[in-house]
DNA sequence: CTTTGTTGTAACCTTTCTTGTTACAACTAT
DNA sequence: ATAGTTGTAACAAGAAAGGTTACAACAAAG
């Protein structure tokens, strides 16, 4: 199965709040109409990365906007904010190998550190991009494709 | 969301072949009752690493075996053999960014890339696992754990 | 050539998760 | 007070995982 749309979702909106910030008042409605989702969705999603201390969201009036310099944020951080993994593990181990099979006594000390292993390496790529290189690529390709 | 148990388990499919191979007819029952899952669900994944050509399964008679030697054979095989990633992606990108508006342009160009090389570290670090590498480790296990 | 054990597959079910939607109380600035 | 928001509850549809029963097709062995 693959993960969820709101990992996209979330890095959307901050690319939002970057290039639009002062222009615009970033709301779940103008979010909703960048990204084409409905509203309620965004709102869920802002809740999430304002729990994860990535964002603030002003109520009544309105609002969202970073909360950490974009330097300060990387992908894992953003993953990690909209992404419930079960027990914070990637992969869903069978759940009752025969502890009577030798093979089923095995299969997790064998298995476990491995998987923890391809994980970290997901984790780490995404460790390595901050929301400062995207904004960056963002900015680069909005230039580019603006003047004539 | 969680990666579906279907790659674990398939790993303790190879696991039980390479232990019991020779002692026992590695059947779909047999399976069964070392992973604790009903049979048919065993029957499906050796389905799938037959069709990946990992394995080779008996009709009538029964029983599965290695189609290639352990080292020929990474978790990343495994992993595309069961886990049907829709499009080949691990990511699932939302839909419908708004084409009229410069964020919602610019965030495919910008991230499709970075999910890219997300993505292939993870995958890297699976393929530089191979069926030999669990095999010696559930070997190791056994012997250290049987003796006294 | 019948029996037995097995695979391959269809059909169906329950749960869980994602995504979408309406509705509305609580809040804040004007 | 009003208007525009957020936060949340409640609900629904769709997809996927995981489970289960049933059975035809098959292969080996008696």
Do not use: W
């Amino acid at each position: 199965m693959q993960i969820s749309s709101r990992f996209t979702i979330a890095i959307h909106i901050f690319s939002c709040i970057n290039t639009f910030e002062g222009e615009y008042k970033i709301t779940s409605y103008f979010l909703a109409s960048s990204i084409q989702v409905n509203p309620v969705i965004i709102r869920k999603l802002l809740g999430q990365l304002k729990e994860a201390g990535l964002i603030e969201v002003k109520r009544g009036s309105g609002g969202a906007s970073l909360a950490k310099a974009p330097s300060e944020i990387n992908l894992l951080d953003v993953f990690n904010a909209v992404e419930s993994l079960d027990d914070g593990k990637l992969f869903h181990f069978h759940e009752n190998p025969n502890p009577d099979c030798p093979v089923g006594r095995s299969v997790h000390p064998v298995l476990d550190g491995r998987l923890e292993q391809i994980q970290r390496a997901m984790e780490k790529e995404m460790q390595s991009i901050s929301l400062e290189d995207i904004f960056k690529d963002t900015n680069k390709y909005l230039e580019q494709n603006s003047h004539s």
